[in-house]
């Protein structure tokens, strides 16, 4: 039978001079057996087991998390106001309660306002990651939430493109006549006016506000009976999701008259119904429409 390195080593050497020997030629061994092993794919840390409680968290979920890693998704977010819709389609949906969503088991949650102020408390206290999307208050502050919550969501690289993508969208822009007004109205009878994403959305494209009272406001009709803005933005009249009631403004006949005027430019409800990335789509509408 062949002898073994070591074992020529033992009769050719004192033992004081074999053992450090021995320790090379095993080292190399090892070495040179673990050189065709495979290296092992890095285990992927990302949140394997997301829910999201509503639909603004939805469009971000829908966005940049894979069908394979949701659990479910709001009810709310095939409706017509959620641009995502129809990655949604499929999807289980969960309420957004806290027992429901424990249930689940996932190891993210991901909300803006859904469950309320008190549920990123409750999850942690079962042992659940929390993710909460800030509140933007202009353009530029949802270009950095887009990064931030694709960061968050394992996917920082896509949030970054999209990110410099609406960037770049917003820079090509055309610019309106300085000064054009703009009103925006809703089936309801709701307009905007300064403190609102869409009164961010009229300053990017270059508008003025015809609603200069701040917040959610009932058309001012009163204003319209002897005052027309330049452009008339309606929004959810496709979908007629923000129902009319038997006292909107939207029937008095002032209003009703503003659909029919020279410049309306109909967004979808779907692209300001949330702070993200779809809120260029609107502003690109709206500047193109105002440099007609």
């Known amino acids: 039978m062949a002898l073994l390195i070591p074992d020529l080593l033992r009769f050719c050497m004192p033992a004081a001079r074999r053992r450090p020997w021995i320790a090379a030629i095993l080292a190399a061994a090892l070495c040179g057996c673990g050189s065709n092993v495979p290296d092992r ?3 992927d840390r990302r949140a394997q087991r997301v829910v999201s409680l509503d639909y603004c ?25 959620s641009y995502m819709r129809d990655r949604a389609a499929g999807l289980p949906t969960i ?19 859904g469950g309320g102020p008190q549920a990123p408390a409750m999850f942690e206290r079962a042992g659940i990651d929390v993710h909460t999307i800030a509140w933007a208050e202009n353009i530029e502050s949802v ?22 993508d609406m960037r770049a969208r917003l820079a090509a ?50 204003r319209l009976a002897y005052e027309q803005p330049d452009l008339i933005v309606p929004a959810f009249f496709d979908s007629l999701t923000d129902h009319p009631d038997a006292w909107s ?8 008259a503003q659909l029919q005027a020279e410049a309306v430019v109909p967004i979808a409800g779907a692209w300001t119904a949330c702070g993200a990335w ?13 440099a007609r």
């Open 41 to 43: 794919p890095a285990p």
């Open 57 to 81: 968290a939805d469009q971000y979920v829908l966005k940049f998390v894979g069908r394979e890693r949701i659990l479910a998704v709001s009810p709310d977010a095939a409706r017509e106001f």
């Open 95 to 113: 309420r957004p309660v806290t027992e429901d969503v424990i249930t689940l088991q996932p190891d993210l949650v991901v909300r803006s306002y």
């Open 143 to 164: 270009v950095g939430l887009i990064e931030a919550t694709a960061g968050a969501l394992g996917s920082a690289e896509q949030g970054r493109a999209v990110a410099a």
């Open 173 to 222: 822009l055309p610019r309106a006549a300085p000064g054009t007004e703009a009103l925006y109205m809703t089936p309801s009878g709701v307009t905007a006016g300064p403190g609102t994403l869409v009164d961010e959305v009229f300053r990017a494209a270059g508008l003025a506000n015809f609603q200069t009272r701040p917040g959610w406001r009932e058309i001012p009709l009163e």
């Open 249 to 256: 403004p939207m029937r008095h006949p002032v209003a009703r």
């Open 278 to 290: 779809f809120l260029v789509d609107a502003v690109e509408a709206l500047a193109q429409g105002a």
